[in-house]
Nanobody
Framework: QVQLVESGGGLVQAGGSLRLSCAAS????????MGWYRQAPGKQRELVAT???????NYADSVKERFTISRDNAKNTVYLQMNSLKPEDTAVYYC?????????????WGQGTQVTVSS
């Protein structure tokens, strides 16, 4: 099992920055991909960014050039640096970890952290 705890959300004005953190505990050695997703009111949960254990990253088009995902494998922590925030970035942000086993994989989600960007 893997437990994920997010932190760093809050209220910020448009153009501001926030840094989210997600710390994993439990069976962390088998975690491959970690990432951030978000869900705005009335909308489906969507991908924000992912990063593999080796450091390969993937971003949603809407956040490219503004958000940066990074990872500290020694601390089992993934970060999301969010710059130039826009009101449309307002959402609950969820951390996800994918645990890769020999013949299967499992997904784990954090409890979410609220990010609110005021105009």
């Amino acid at each position: 099992q893997v437990q994920l705890v997010e932190s760093g959300g809050g209220l910020v004005q448009a153009g501001g920055s926030l840094r989210l953190s997600c710390a994993a505990s439990g069976s962390t050695s088998s975690i491959n991909t970690m990432g951030w997703y978000r869900q705005a009111p009335g909308k489906q949960r969507e991908l924000v960014a992912t990063i593999t254990r080796g450091g390969s990253t993937n971003y949603a088009d809407s956040v490219k050039e503004r958000f940066t995902i990074s990872r500290d494998n020694a601390k089992n922590t993934v970060y999301l640096q969010m710059n130039s925030l826009k009101p449309e970035d307002t959402a609950v942000y969820y951390c996800k970890a994918v645990r890769q086993l020999i013949q299967s994989s499992s997904e784990y989600w954090g409890q979410g952290t609220q990010v609110t960007v005021s105009s």
